[in-house]
T-cell receptor, first 112, second 118 residues
């Protein structure tokens, strides 16, 4: 089974600064998708960004971008110009045709 | 357009009791999913329904049953609750049918149900 590892249980960033959340995964498949989800205190899961494994170009959504290293099986999330509303749990997720896995999450604190 | 709704929001059960968690979506999505979220473990898939009338096991199906009542509704039943089933349960839906819903589409999540089994 595929595994998804988020090695940082907690991260902290100063407002307006940049922070990077790490995610690594293990798979023998060549075709898959990777996602970052945000879960604020309300518990609602919100999709932040997605990356298709066949695309070399890193995905970007406004202040959120990823660094996708397929050979290294690494998928980190960079949040630029951090805002107080970015404080949440962030989950990395892997999906293939036959499997779906979430990482254990990283709790991000944003300091004013 | 309410998206994905779940009832109840909170529930406390005694060991051995049964209950059904309800989930409904109004986005005309084909696929629906049930997850549980435990501290330090992320979300784990319990069951999913690729389309109306079909259900399949996920990663942790033991102790649960599901029913895809119609396209809108997907319920999760605990026949004999155990303390190990204390968790937060999320329902989700996706536009694309089957596992392609995983593969291609964004999943929309409900607000979750916090279940405690004593």
């Amino acid at each position: 089974a595929q595994t998804v590892t988020q090695s940082q249980p907690e991260m902290s960033v100063q407002e307006a600064e940049t922070v990077t959340l790490s995610c690594t995964y293990d798979t023998s498949e060549s075709d898959y998708y990777l996602f970052w989800y945000k879960q604020p205190p309300s518990r609602q899961m919100i999709l932040v960004i997605r990356q298709e494994a066949y695309k070399q170009q890193n995905a970007t959504e406004n202040r959120f971008s990823v660094n996708f290293q397929k050979a290294a099986k690494s998928f980190s999330l960079k949040i630029s110009d951090s805002q107080l509303g970015d404080a949440a749990m962030y989950f990395c997720a892997y999906r293939s045709l036959n499997d779906m896995r979430f990482g254990a999450g990283t709790r991000l604190t944003v300091k004013p | 357009n309410a998206g994905v709704t779940q009832t109840p929001k909170f529930q406390v059960l005694k060991t051995g009791q049964s209950m059904t968690l309800q989930c409904a979506q109004d986005m005309n999505h084909n696929s629906m999913y049930w997850y549980r979220q435990d501290p330090g473990m992320g979300l784990r898939l319990i069951y999913y329904s690729a389309s109306e009338g079909t259900t399949d096991k996920g990663e942790v199906p033991n102790g649960y049953n599901v029913s895809r009542l119609n396209k809108r509704e997907f319920s999760l039943r605990l026949e004999s609750a155990a303390p190990s089933q204390t968790s937060v349960y999320f329902c989700a839906s996706s536009q694309f049918p089957g596992l392609a819903g995983f593969y291609l589409g964004e999943q929309y999540f409900g607000p979750g149900t916090r279940l405690t089994v004593t």
